[in-house]
């Protein structure tokens, strides 16, 4: 019993104590980040466009192949155009790294 009076003890004086002793913050890197050296202008008034995936749903249907077979069937869909992301803003065409 007395170990564990003393442990407990001891456990809250360190909760106590070390929260107490961590020194004020610096923001060391917030400083090296350089996150105002960015010339973008502070309101942007077009957001990215995305251009959505084109997709065809084919139906292939059961049949007999020449090499005797029968073919069950099935569908298959066939990306026809990708899908991407439109960027015409042109604070940030200007800043574009060429």
């Known amino acids: 019993m007395k170990i564990t009076s003393s442990l ?4 809250f004086a360190n909760l106590i104590v070390g929260c107490n002793s961590f020194p004020e913050s610096t923001r060391e890197m917030e400083l090296r980040s350089e996150y105002g050296k960015l010339s ?4 942007r008034t077009e957001l990215p466009k995305r251009k959505k995936q084109r997709v065809e749903k084919l139906y292939m249907g059961g049949r007999l192949l020449p090499s005797g077979d029968w073919f069950v069937g099935g569908r298959l869909l066939l990306v026809i155009n990708e ?3 439109i960027f015409d803003d042109a604070a940030l065409k200007k800043n574009a790294i060429q």
């Open 40 to 43: 973008l202008p502070e309101t």
């Open 8 to 11: 407990l003890l001891i456990f």
């Open 83 to 85: 899908s991407e992301w």
